[in-house]
Nanobody, 128 residues
């Protein structure tokens, strides 16, 4: 059974940092890509960023460029999202999701429909 589980969310002050984890089970990240999404209060779920197997990162929100960084530990079958310089507008439930890589080194997507396995989400709240 393909499964991803997010963790690492919490309450932080503006300017703080968090590292979210997305642990995959039932499949190998060698064959899948992970997309990161978020749903802010009162808004629809939206794509944030993803990283292809080549290491190329695609950003779907300009506001996260320079602050959000993806890394992957293949040995742990886990991907990480480092979030720095957090802003109140980053407050949201953050999700990771898995999609087959299609054998393409540069593939990942910001479209929700491309992803078949979703985690339950982890809450990030940025507030004083």
């Amino acid at each position: 059974q393909l499964q991803v589980v997010e963790s690492g969310g919490g309450l932080v002050q503006p300017g703080g940092s968090l590292r979210l984890s997305c642990a995959a089970s039932g499949f190998s990240l060698d064959n899948y890509v992970i997309g990161w999404f978020r749903r802010a209060p009162g808004k629809e779920r939206e794509g944030v960023l993803c990283m292809a197997h080549s290491g190329r990162v695609s950003y779907f929100l300009d506001s996260v460029k320079g602050r959000f960084t993806i890394s992957r530990d293949n040995a742990k079958n886990t991907e990480y999202l480092q979030i720095d310089s957090l802003k109140p507008e980053d407050t949201a439930i953050y999700y990771c999701a898995a999609a087959p890589s299609r054998g393409l080194d540069n593939y990942c997507s910001g479209y929700l429909g491309h992803y078949s396995s979703w985690g339950q989400g982890t809450q990030v709240t940025v507030s004083t």
